[in-house]
C-alpha cells in the first residue's frame, strides 16, 4: 500500500461528515416529539411543583381558618378574592393553592411507588413465563386469569374498607392490583426475544440462565417496560383519586387531589371551581404522563431507530 492511498483512506468522505452521531439522531427524536416534549414540561413542572411545595406555597395545607372559608379564586369577579390566595380557599378555610402544590406530592408518590411495587411482580412473572416457558408459563397464566377475574375497583374497596385507610394500604393495595399489564407485555417481549440469535449464542457459549435474562433479555425488552410503566403510574394515580373520591383512599386532612374533589361534592353547583382546579390537576398529570410514555414508544420502537 502506498503513502498516497494511505493518505486517501484517512480523509472522511462527505456522508462520513455530514452523517449525524447516533446521540445526536437520539436527540433530535426526543426533542422532535409533540409528546414527549408537552409530557416532559408538564410532568416536570408537576415535579418541582411537588418538590418545591414546601418553599413556594403561601401557607400550610393544614392550616384551618373558617372567617375565610369559600374565598373565590383571583380570576373571579368578587370582592373577597384576593391574591393572598390566588386559587380560593375550600369550606374550611384552607389555601388551595397550598393543598394542590402538596397533593402533588401524594398524587406521585402513590403513582411511582404501586407502578413499581406492580411493575416488580408483573415483569418478574413475565419473564419467567415468556423465557422458559411449559409449566411455568401454565402457572403464570393461571396466576394471570385469576387476576383479571377480579375487578380492580372493587377488590381495591373491600380491602381498603376491611384493612383500614392510609397513604399506606392504597399503595400496597394498588400495586398489588394493576400488575397484570406488565406481565402479559413482558411475556410476549421475552418470547420474541428468546429466540434470537444472541440469546442462543449465549446459551452455546453455556451462560447461566439468570445471566441469559438479565444481560441479554432484560436490555431488549427494557423499552417495552418503560412504557407500560408509564401508562400504570397513570393508571394508579386514577385509582388513588377514585377511592379517595369514594372516602377510602387517602384520609382527611391529607391534600389528595382526590379527596379535593371528594370534599368540594356538594358545593359542585355553587363553587364548581372547587372541583374543577383538583379536577384539572389529576387531568394534567394523567396526561402528561400518558404523552411521555406514547412518545418513549415512538422513539424506541424499531422501525425508528434509523
Same mark, same amino acid.
Not at 379536577?279 to 406514547?294: C, Q, Y
Given at each position: 500500500?502506498?503513502?498516497?492511498?494511505?493518505?486517501?483512506?484517512? @480523509?472522511?468522505?462527505?456522508?462520513?461528515?455530514?452523517?449525524?452521531?447516533?446521540?445526536?439522531?437520539?436527540?433530535?427524536?426526543? =426533542?422532535?416529539?409533540?409528546?414527549?416534549?408537552?409530557? $416532559?414540561?408538564? *410532568?416536570?413542572?408537576?415535579?418541582?411543583?411537588?418538590?418545591?411545595?414546601?418553599?413556594?406555597?403561601?401557607?400550610?395545607?393544614?392550616?384551618?381558618?373558617?372567617?375565610?372559608?369559600?374565598?373565590?379564586? +383571583?380570576?373571579?369577579?368578587?370582592?373577597?378574592?384576593?391574591?393572598?390566595?390566588?386559587?380560593?380557599?375550600?369550606?374550611?378555610?384552607?389555601?388551595?393553592?397550598?393543598? *394542590?402544590?402538596?397533593?402533588?406530592?401524594?398524587?406521585?408518590?402513590? !403513582?411511582?411507588?404501586?407502578?413499581?411495587?406492580?411493575?416488580?411482580?408483573?415483569?418478574?412473572?413475565? +419473564?419467567?413465563?415468556?423465557? =422458559? !416457558?411449559?409449566?411455568?408459563?401454565? +402457572?403464570?397464566?393461571?396466576?394471570?386469569?385469576?387476576?383479571?377475574?377480579?375487578? @380492580?375497583?372493587?377488590?381495591?374497596?373491600?380491602?381498603?374498607?376491611? @384493612? $383500614?385507610?392510609?397513604?399506606?394500604? +392504597?399503595?400496597?393495595?394498588?400495586?398489588?392490583?394493576?400488575?397484570?399489564?406488565?406481565?402479559?407485555?413482558?411475556?410476549?417481549?421475552?418470547?420474541?426475544?428468546?429466540?434470537?440469535?444472541?440469546?442462543?449464542?449465549?446459551?452455546?457459549?453455556?451462560?447461566?440462565?439468570?445471566?441469559?435474562?438479565?444481560?441479554?433479555?432484560?436490555?431488549?425488552?427494557?423499552?417495552?417496560?418503560?412504557?407500560?410503566a408509564t401508562l400504570e403510574m397513570a393508571h394508579a394515580i386514577l385509582l388513588e383519586a377514585?377511592?379517595? =373520591?369514594? $372516602?377510602?383512599? @387517602?384520609?382527611?386532612?391529607?391534600?389528595?387531589?382526590?379527596?379535593?374533589?371528594?370534599?368540594?361534592?356538594?358545593?359542585?353547583?355553587?363553587?364548581?371551581?372547587?372541583?374543577?382546579?383538583?379536577?384539572?390537576?389529576?387531568?394534567?398529570?394523567?396526561?402528561?404522563?400518558?404523552?411521555?410514555?406514547?412518545?418513549?414508544?415512538?422513539?424506541?420502537?424499531?422501525?425508528?431507530?434509523?
Amino acid at each position: 500500500m502506498t503513502d498516497a492511498t494511505i493518505g486517501r483512506a484517512s @480523509v472522511p468522505t462527505a456522508q462520513e461528515i455530514l452523517e449525524p452521531s447516533p446521540g445526536a439522531m437520539l436527540r433530535r427524536r426526543i =426533542f422532535g416529539h409533540a409528546g414527549i416534549v408537552i409530557g $416532559g414540561f408538564v *410532568l416536570l413542572v408537576i415535579f418541582l411543583m411537588a418538590l418545591l411545595a414546601g418553599v413556594i406555597s403561601p401557607g400550610d395545607p393544614y392550616d384551618q381558618v373558617l372567617d375565610r372559608k369559600l374565598i373565590p379564586p +383571583v380570576w373571579f369577579d368578587s370582592p373577597k378574592a384576593t391574591w393572598e390566595h390566588p386559587f380560593g380557599t375550600d369550606a374550611l378555610g384552607r389555601d388551595y393553592l397550598t393543598r *394542590l402544590f402538596y397533593g402533588a406530592r401524594i398524587s406521585l408518590l402513590i !403513582g411511582f411507588s404501586a407502578m413499581l411495587i406492580s411493575g416488580i411482580i408483573g415483569t418478574t412473572l413475565g +419473564v419467567l413465563a415468556g423465557y =422458559f !416457558g411449559g409449566r411455568v408459563d401454565m +402457572v403464570v397464566n393461571f396466576i394471570l386469569t385469576t387476576r383479571l377475574s377480579l375487578p @380492580v375497583i372493587l377488590v381495591a374497596l373491600a380491602v381498603v374498607s376491611l @384493612v $383500614g385507610s392510609s397513604l399506606t394500604v +392504597v399503595i400496597w393495595v394498588l400495586g398489588l392490583l394493576i400488575w397484570d399489564r406488565f406481565a402479559v407485555v413482558m411475556r410476549s417481549a421475552t418470547q420474541q426475544v428468546r429466540n434470537l440469535e444472541f440469546v442462543a449464542a449465549a446459551q452455546a457459549l453455556g451462560c447461566s440462565k439468570t445471566r441469559i435474562i438479565m444481560t441479554e433479555i432484560m436490555p431488549n425488552i427494557v423499552n417495552h417496560l418503560t412504557v407500560v410503566a408509564t401508562l400504570e403510574m397513570a393508571h394508579a394515580i386514577l385509582l388513588e383519586a377514585a377511592l379517595s =373520591f369514594l $372516602g377510602l383512599g @387517602v384520609q382527611p386532612p391529607e391534600p389528595s387531589w382526590g379527596l379535593m374533589v371528594s370534599e368540594a361534592k356538594g358545593l359542585m353547583f355553587f363553587d364548581a371551581w372547587l372541583i374543577t382546579i383538583p379536577g384539572a390537576a389529576i387531568f394534567a398529570l394523567v396526561l402528561s404522563i400518558n404523552l411521555l410514555g406514547d412518545g418513549i414508544r415512538d422513539v424506541t420502537a424499531p422501525e425508528n431507530r434509523n
